[in-house]
């Protein structure tokens, strides 16, 4: 499908979920040489990474727990800039590293919220491995390890990523057609 309409709004194709494969694929590859050894928990953001994160840790080969971390900063197409924790975590992650996997990176303002939460918990390190990142409205210092895919600041639905809790079960990434 070329254009989609979700709910009161137009999508057109923006990323082809064959790419989107190969994009985790090389990240798996990536994750598995720089934490080899180590002891990894991966924290899934839901609802959103969800789909990235299967994707991804069925390719691993490293040894792994794996915990979800549920907030929201969203209403309809942007974010709030008001984090609210969803539901929490309740592994030990005293002295591991944690890999923090998130289907998006705008602003960093719901990051920037995880990643304080997970430092109180007192890993080795924490690394975050995103699908995709809206570079030009980063407004935080915190890195990046793995980034799939830079886009523009669009709004985007599919592969996880939703409008109004529709659209995430697309197999590809659409973007917003403007009006």
Same mark, same amino acid.
């Given at each position: 499908?070329?254009?989609?309409?979700?709910?009161?709004?137009?999508?057109?194709?923006?990323?082809?979920?064959?790419?989107?494969?190969?994009?985790?694929?090389?990240?798996?590859?990536?994750?598995?040489?720089?934490?080899?050894? @180590?002891?990894? *928990?991966?924290?899934?953001?839901?609802?959103?990474?969800? =789909?990235?994160?299967?994707?991804?840790?069925? +390719? #691993?080969?490293?040894?792994?727990?794996?915990?979800?971390?549920?907030?929201?900063?969203?209403?309809?197409?942007?974010?709030?800039?008001?984090?609210?924790?969803?539901?929490?975590?309740?592994?030990?992650?005293?002295? @591991?590293?944690? *890999?923090?996997?998130?289907?998006?990176?705008?602003?960093? =303002?719901?990051?920037?919220?995880?990643?304080? +939460? #997970?430092?109180?918990?007192?890993?080795?390190?924490?690394?975050?491995?995103?699908?995709?990142?809206?570079?030009?409205?980063?407004?935080?210092?915190?890195?990046?390890?793995?980034?799939?895919?830079?886009?523009?600041?669009?709004?985007? *639905?599919?592969?996880?990523?939703?409008?109004?809790?529709?659209?995430?079960?697309?197999?590809?990434?659409?973007?917003?057609?403007?009006?």
């Amino acid at each position: 499908m070329s254009k989609i309409k979700v709910l009161d709004k137009e999508f057109e194709l923006f990323i082809k979920g064959e790419y989107l494969r190969e994009v985790v694929s090389e990240m798996a590859q990536k994750i598995d040489r720089d934490l080899e050894g @180590k002891e990894v *928990v991966f924290t899934v953001i839901l609802n959103g990474a969800f =789909i990235f994160a299967s994707d991804l840790v069925r +390719q #691993l080969c490293t040894d792994c727990q794996i915990n979800f971390l549920k907030l929201a900063s969203y209403a309809g197409t942007s974010t709030t800039g008001e984090v609210r924790k969803l539901i929490g975590l309740n592994e030990d992650m005293r002295n @591991k590293t944690i *890999v923090v996997l998130e289907d998006i990176v705008d602003t960093g =303002i719901t990051l920037e919220h995880i990643i304080g +939460q #997970l430092k109180a918990r007192e890993p080795d390190e924490i690394r975050v491995a995103t699908l995709l990142f809206k570079r030009e409205v980063y407004m935080k210092d915190i890195p990046l390890d793995y980034v799939g895919i830079e886009i523009p600041d669009q709004f985007v *639905v599919g592969y996880g990523l939703d409008y109004e809790g529709f659209a995430r079960n697309l197999a590809d990434i659409y973007r917003e057609v403007s009006a």
